[in-house]
């Protein structure tokens, strides 16, 4: 089980934020995070807890092993509005979390 | 370049089955999981269940087991789901998506489907 937190933030442009999310049990490094923007299909930003996926722009950080993760955008811009997962792919099923809904004040 | 094209929207009557396709396409299709994915209108990601198109080896949630069957032609590199005894809590976007080093680096479109009588 991922425990995501929290369910919804609001900063401001140019902020630097952050997302967790806690597993049940030891998952190593074996965590994924996701962007989905509204209307849009899932992205991957993160693998294996810190990697950068192709592409993503590097305010997007990903650090933690065994059971607790965080998600930091720094400088946080317009078209970062989406919620976020995070996902475990230690052992099935791959369980994700409930997201978190970020928004700009 | 890696796509993962899947099947149009399907509407479907509550008992009825669905055979969703997702035709993967830039890469070698028998040498990754093909993981799918539901998503029901504004609520999040849930996990269905992951195969290995190289030798038909599945895995599924609990949850799915009995609802959702994974199946794969390499011949066409084509995963599909089929889901069964439909009701309306089958409503939802269902993706499929690739996986790479225990991560989802492709995503297909989405298919949705509606159950409704």
């Known amino acids: 089980q991922m425990n995501q937190s929290p369910s919804s933030l609001s900063a401001s442009l140019g902020d630097t934020i952050t997302i967790t999310c806690h597993a049940s049990?030891?998952?190593?490094?074996?965590l994924s995070w996701f962007q989905q923007k509204p209307g849009n299909i899932p992205k991957l930003l993160i693998y294996k807890a810190s990697n950068l996926h192709t592409g993503v722009p590097s305010r997007f950080s990903g650090s933690g092993s065994g059971t607790g993760f965080t998600l930091t955008i720094s400088s946080l811009q317009p078209e970062d509005i989406a919620t976020y997962y995070c996902q475990q792919g230690q052992s099935f099923p791959f369980t994700f979390g409930s997201g978190t809904k970020l928004d700009i004040k | 370049q890696v796509q993962l094209q899947q099947s149009g929207a399907e509407l479907a009557r509550p008992g009825a089955s669905v055979k969703l396709s997702c035709k993967a396409s830039?890469?070698?299709?028998?040498?990754?999981?093909m993981q799918w994915v539901k998503q029901r209108p504004g609520q999040g990601l849930e996990w269905i269940g992951t195969?290995?198109?190289?030798?038909?080896?599945?895995r599924y949630t609990q949850k799915f087991k009995g609802k959702a069957t994974l199946t794969a032609d390499k011949s066409s590199s084509t995963a599909f789901m089929q889901l069964s005894n439909l009701t309306s809590e089958d409503s939802a976007v269902y993706y499929c998506a690739r996986e790479y080093d225990v991560a989802m680096d492709y995503w297909g479109q989405g298919t949705s489907v509606t159950v409704s009588s």
């Open positions: 195969i290995y198109p190289g030798d038909g080896n599945t």
């Open positions: 049990q030891n998952i190593n490094v074996w």
């Open positions: 830039g890469y070698t299709f028998t040498s990754y999981w």
